[in-house]
């Protein structure tokens, strides 16, 4: 069983179109991660969201952190094709050092 | 600055054949970690180091190996390479276990 279970797991859009990637777990974290990877590059972190209920914008990007800090949501407006590429969530978990991520988003903007 | 660094970016290795993989960070950082990623199945730990002299399981740990050399370098073995295990490799750091994760650029690893 995953510990962050990630959806959609594909998504492909049409430029300008809006779109929600989720990221759900039954457990509860102290902050949660959201990273970007794009083809033959490790991920690079987009944001860390520390509070319940926190919404962080990054540019046409909105990340929310759930009120019970079980879930958070990435919303991307007006998708453009350099938003292209693999989107994962991730968090430490058991306060153990484990940095585990979810299976992540794959989108794809088309022109 | 290099950031995280990893050798071999690419490798092709026979069944039963043993390599390690090698990851060097020069940010000062407490914890590193070997994920491995496959189509559909996002990064999924391996193996982890809270600190120097500390080794700990992740969530895929069967068939391989690690050490931490030191603070700055953390490696990851494999004893006998299996078809299964035909991956790419990507190392990380990070300050402490919460904070931004740096990635290496990977390696893609072929088991034939």
């Known amino acids: 069983t995953q510990l962050l279970e990630q959806s959609p797991q594909f998504l492909s859009i049409q430029e300008g179109e809006n779109l929600t990637v989720y990221c759900n777990s039954s457990?509860?974290?102290?902050?949660l991660q959201w990273y970007r990877q794009e083809p033959g590059e490790g991920p690079v972190l987009l944001v860390t969201?520390?509070?319940?209920?926190e919404v962080k914008k990054l540019k046409r990007l909105t990340f929310q952190f759930g009120d019970a800090r079980k879930d958070s949501s990435l919303h991307i407006t007006a998708a453009q094709t350099g938003d292209t590429g693999l989107y994962l969530c991730?968090?430490?978990?058991?306060?153990?050092?484990?940095?585990?991520f979810g299976q992540g988003t794959e989108l794809s903007v088309k022109p | 600055n290099a950031g995280v660094t990893q050798t071999p970016k690419f490798q092709v290795l026979k069944t039963g054949q043993s390599m390690t993989l090698q990851c060097a960070q020069d940010?000062?950082?407490?914890?590193m970690y070997w994920y491995r990623q496959d189509p559909g199945m996002g990064l999924r730990l391996i193996y982890y180091?809270?600190?120097?002299?500390?080794?700990d399981k992740g969530e895929v740990p069967n068939g391989y190996n690690v050490s931490r050399l030191n603070k700055r370098e953390f490696s990851l073995r494999l004893e006998s390479a299996a078809p299964s295990q035909t991956s790419v490799y990507f190392c990380?750091?990070?300050?402490?276990?919460?904070?931004?994760?740096?990635f290496g650029q990977g390696t893609r690893l072929t088991v034939v």
């Open positions: 940010m000062n950082h407490n914890s």
């Open positions: 969201v520390v509070t319940g209920g």
């Open positions: 991730a968090v430490n978990y058991n306060q153990g050092g484990k940095l585990i």
């Open positions: 457990s509860v974290f102290s902050s």
């Open positions: 180091s809270a600190s120097e002299g500390t080794t």
């Open positions: 990380a750091s990070n300050r402490v276990s919460h904070t931004e994760a740096f």
